[in-house]
């Protein structure tokens, strides 16, 4: 089975400012999805970004852009401009182009803005 | 346009109690899906749907059944409740099964089970 790997529990940054949060994951194939979802405390799971494998430019959604390294197996979030509203646990999830249709997730790194 | 709602929202059992959560979602979706969330863990499929009547499992099928009701409705039963089934528990639906499909998620069920 796939692995996903978020390695930073706890994240903080000051309102305004940029933070990267990071995720790696393991796999053997070559077409599949990443995604980057937010949970909120109200803890509804809200789709933040979305990369294509396939694609080698990187996402962007606004404030929020990837940073994909297929090789590398890396995919981080970076949050530009960061408002209280974007404090929130952020999990990292892969999902295969095959069939199965299931997403693997992260443990999550909870962020914490600063005001 | 609600979304994807879930009840109960939160519920506690006692060991063998058996309990019914309930999905819908009115976006027209054809594929829903079943999610545990546990502390320290991120979300891992129990069950999914693809379309209207099939349903598969997931990675942590065990302990659960599901009913694809109609194509609004989707529902998890656990016939025989146990401590280890405390969690919180997200219902989410898509256009298509496809991999690149958006999952959009309900608001979670949290289960404690004594």
């Known amino acids: 089975a796939q692995t996903v790997t978020q390695s930073q529990p706890e994240m903080s940054v000051q309102e305004a400012e940029t933070v990267t949060l990071s995720c790696t994951y393991d796999?053997?194939?070559?077409?599949?999805?990443l995604f980057w979802y937010k949970q909120p405390p109200s803890r509804q799971m809200i789709l933040v970004i979305r990369?294509?494998?396939?694609?080698?430019q990187n996402a962007t959604e606004n404030r929020f852009s990837v940073n994909f390294q297929k090789a590398a197996k890396s995919f981080s979030l970076k949050i530009s401009d960061s408002q209280l509203g974007d404090a929130a646990m952020y999990f990292c999830?892969?999902?295969?182009?095959?069939?199965?249709?299931?997403?693997?997730f992260g443990t999550g790194t909870s962020l914490t803005v600063i005001p | 346009n609600a979304g994807v709602t879930q009840t109960p929202k939160f519920q506690v059992l006692k060991t063998g109690q058996s309990m019914t959560l309930q999905c819908a979602q009115d976006m027209n979706h054809n594929s829903m899906y079943w999610y545990r969330q546990d502390p320290g863990m991120g979300l891992r499929l129990i069950y999914y749907s693809a379309s209207e009547g099939t349903t598969d499992k997931g990675e942590v099928p065990n302990g659960y059944n599901v009913s694809r009701l109609n194509k609004r409705e989707f529902s998890l039963r656990l016939e025989s409740a146990a401590p280890s089934q405390t969690s919180v528990y997200f219902c989410a639906s898509s256009v298509i099964p496809g991999p690149q499909e958006t999952q959009y998620f309900g608001p979670g069920t949290r289960l404690l089970v004594l």
């Open positions: 990369q294509e494998a396939y694609k080698q």
């Open positions: 999830a892969y999902r295969s182009a095959g069939t199965g249709n299931q997403f693997y």
């Open positions: 796999t053997s194939e070559s077409d599949y999805y």
